[in-house]
Nanobody, 126 residues
């Protein structure tokens, strides 16, 4: 059984950098041909894809977030991470990590993903 678990601070201050980590169990993040995404859902809005890292280490970013986003992985810990710089209140959302069994054609389409973390709430406030 594959499990994904997000971790990170629930509260960050404006202009700070948000760091979130997704710990994967029950399967390796290097297994072909999985893609591992960060997706968020602001209050009252739909899913917003932030970026992803592929099984071989390739990285993909949403054009709207690319300048502030960095995704990395630690294969020894079977984790992948999201770094979002210069956060603003508009970055408040529930952040999810998710696994796609193949490279998605629609990164924000929930049907492209077979496993999700439970989500972690991120609040941006001073």
């Amino acid at each position: 059984q594959v499990r994904l678990q997000e971790s990170g601070p629930g509260l960050v201050k404006p202009s700070q950098t948000l760091f979130l980590t997704c710990t994967v169990s029950g399967g390796s993040i290097t297994t072909s041909y999985y893609y591992w995404s960060w997706i968020r859902q602001p209050p009252g809005k739909g899913l917003e894809w932030m970026g992803a890292i592929g099984f071989e280490g390739s990285k993909y970013y949403s054009p709207s977030a690319k300048s502030r986003t960095s995704i990395s992985r630690d294969t020894s810990k079977n984790q992948f991470s999201l770094q979002l710089s210069s956060v603003t209140p508009e970055d408040m959302a529930v952040y999810y990590c998710a696994r796609a069994p193949l490279r998605p054609t629609g990164w924000a389409n929930r049907n492209e993903y077979d496993y999700w973390g439970q989500g972690t709430q991120v609040t941006v406030s001073s």
